[in-house]
């Protein structure tokens, strides 16, 4: 279960969820969309993985492309090896889900594996089908992964 930061299970949550009229689908999404993160942040990355299509795209900023399952499944992996504890915290403070999109406000406040403070704030856009996420959006601070010499500078945050 993923809970807002200071949250404790059986507590209330600062979840939003935001329906069209007689939208039932949306509140499924955003239960996939929550797993994804809960699997992440408790290291189980193939069951992240799990949840995408295998015609997934991800985009993220600064490298201006799409990549595949396989290249996000990768790269899932390695983020979690720069964290101290070799995980990635995710903490999902708020969602939205309308039809087949649901977007997601997701903090991590963690140590890198040198001991460094990593306090980085996420957006995601989630697009999904048939229970599975065929595309992914993330916006975040990539002055703050160069900064940090997760990317080297002039590099493109996605090809670390």
């Given amino acids: 279960m993923v809970l807002p930061r200071g949250r404790r299970a059986g507590t209330r949550s600062r979840f939003t969820l935001v329906l069209a009229p007689g939208d039932r689908s949306a509140t499924d999404n955003r239960r996939v969309v929550l797993a994804f993160f809960t699997h992440l942040a ?52 708020d969602t939205v889900a309308e039809g087949d999109r649901v977007t997601a ?31 992914m959006r993330e916006y975040n601070d990539t002055a703050l992964v160069h900064r940090l010499g997760i990317v080297p500078p002039g590099q493109p945050v996605g090809d670390g």
């Avoid at 997934?56 to 983020?79: D, K």
């Fill in 42 to 93: 408790s290291g189980r990355t193939d069951e992240a993985v799990a949840l995408l299509a295998d015609d997934l795209y991800f985009w993220m900023p600064a490298r201006r492309e799409e990549i595949g399952r396989a290249e996000t499944a990768t790269r899932l992996a390695r983020v979690g090896a720069l964290m101290d504890g070799a995980v990635v915290p995710f903490d999902v403070t």
């Fill in 105 to 135: 406000l997701v903090e991590v406040h963690a140590a890198l594996r040198d001991g460094t403070a990593y306090d980085q704030y996420y957006h995601w856009w989630f697009r999904l089908r048939d229970g599975r996420i065929v595309q």
